[in-house]
């Protein structure tokens, strides 16, 4: 579904990847993992268009994205919740969603997508008419997923979805994230939890300084005391 070849970004003239090449699979949630400062913020912001290649090729359903405009790369088929979250903290909850379906097709299917947002953060019905700066850190990181849901995609893609949040809550999202999965969606996973992201995972991949040095099931990478060690923090 993704391919992504001998990808190079920078910033400025600073190098921040160095030919990353990966693939991801139809309706497959994959995770990359790795140390702080490893790339994978750069990496996830190029595959949503926030971040213009150096060089390389993203591949999409075997359309070359690379040098599309940002905007575009959503009415493509990818959404992103970015670290952080960045929502409209005066702004409602239900105005926050809405946004995610501001596309022509998005908007047709606006109420459907709602519900569909609604059954999986049961917790969000209630506060629909709160501004989302009201509510907790756990309840936020729900209305930011449910903003890129919102957008009907082809591919999700989270970055650090687990930044800041309890233990509870964490188990809580990974759980909806691995739904949204089995529902049919391709999700790509940045997290720096990795226990948590290998065991949501079919695949991941390792990368450190820019570049991607390992890939693999969660048990042959788990099976791998260098990986563990120098890689997974394990």
Not at 15 to 42: I, M
Request: charged letters at 25%; a neutral charge.
């Amino acid at each position: 579904m993704l391919e992504v070849r001998d990808l190079q970004v920078s910033y400025g003239a600073a190098p921040a990847l160095w030919g990353v090449s990966f693939d991801l699979r139809p309706h497959e949630l994959l995770c990359t993992v790795g140390p702080n400062g490893a790339g994978k913020t750069t990496l996830i912001n190029t595959l949503a268009g926030v971040l213009r290649a150096r060089s390389g090729r993203i591949l999409l359903e075997g359309r070359d994205i690379t040098a599309l405009p940002a905007h575009r790369f959503c009415e493509a088929g990818i959404a992103l919740v970015p670290e952080g979250r960045r929502l409209f903290t005066t702004m409602s909850v239900r105005e926050n969603l809405e946004i995610g379906s501001l596309l022509p097709a998005a908007k047709a299917r606006r109420a459907d997508s709602l519900a569909a947002v609604l059954a999986l953060f049961p917790a969000l019905e209630a506060k629909l008419e709160q501004t989302a700066g009201e509510l907790s850190g756990g309840q936020q990181q729900m209305v930011a997923i449910g903003r890129a849901l919102m957008a009907r995609p082809k591919l999700l893609l989270l970055d650090e979805p687990s930044l800041g949040l309890s233990p509870l809550i964490v188990s809580e999202m990974f759980s909806a994230i691995a739904r949204v999965h089995r529902e049919g969606t391709a999700v790509l996973l940045v997290e720096q939890n990795v226990g948590t992201a290998l065991r949501v995972a079919e695949r991941a991949y390792v990368l450190e300084e820019g570049r991607m040095v390992a890939d693999g099931t969660p048990d042959e990478l788990m099976a791998r005391d260098e990986i563990r060690r120098a890689y997974l923090g394990i």
